[in-house]
T-cell receptor, first 110, second 116 residues
């Protein structure tokens, strides 16, 4: 079993839709959770960073962590074509080691 | 503020050769970590250096090695290249002192290696 599971998609939605991206993880000791966005031919860029359980909102993006069910989510409201990218959940394993999910490829069409 | 710089961006090698990739972290960042990204395995952690010391290592064979210099710049080396080493190699930098996992990693654009 992988430490972090993420549905690779692809996910195709119309512009303006609400997008829900999800990951599950296996180790209850994890405390730092991140979402990265990666455009084609680019490195991942940090979108959201959450410590422990709860919600965090930044503009159109909301990250949720439910430690009791080992479930992390990213919601994108009013999705735009510029949001088309691969979204990677990541969990910090300490010593700057990130454990990534497989990444979900998202396409937002006009 | 300059980001993480990786060189070269693209390179092609043949089986059996070796390759050296370079990473210049964000100014002031003392931690550099390396990741391999492939379509099949996704992003996998290779190793992390802080103040010239390797602090953590992933599950890769000994053909993969790295080092960090006193100015925090880092190199990774892959010897005796195999076809399966074709990948995007990403470097990430962080301020790095925190061991708990709280550091934010900033990634470079990567070096895309093709092994023929």
């Amino acid at each position: 079993q992988k430490e972090v599971e993420q549905d690779p998609g692809p996910l195709s939605v119309p512009e303006g839709a609400i997008v829900s991206l999800n990951c599950t993880y296996s180790n209850s000791a994890f405390q730092y959770f991140m979402w990265y966005r990666q455009y084609s031919r680019k490195g991942p860029e940090l979108l959201m960073y959450t410590y422990s359980s709860g919600n965090k909102e930044d503009g159109r993006f909301t990250a949720q962590v439910d430690k009791s069910s080992k479930y992390i989510s990213l919601f994108i409201r009013d999705s735009q074509p510029s949001d088309s990218a691969t979204y990677l959940c990541a969990i910090s394993g300490g010593y700057n080691k990130l454990i990534f999910g497989a990444g979900t490829r998202l396409a937002v069409h006009p | 503020k300059a980001g993480v710089t990786q060189t070269p961006r693209y390179l092609i090698k043949t089986r059996g050769q070796q390759v050296t990739l370079s990473c210049s972290p964000i100014s002031g960042h003392r931690s550099v970590s390396w990741y391999q990204q492939t379509p099949g395995q996704g992003l996998q952690f290779l190793f992390e250096y802080f103040s010239e010391t390797q602090r953590n290592k992933g599950n890769f064979p000994g053909r993969f090695s790295g080092r960090q210099f006193s100015n925090s710049r880092s190199e990774m080396n892959v010897s005796t290249l195999e076809l399966g080493d074709s990948a995007l190699y990403l470097c990430a930098s962080a301020t790095g002192a925190d061991l708990s996992g709280a550091n934010v990693l900033t990634f470079g654009a990567g070096s895309r290696l093709t092994v023929l």
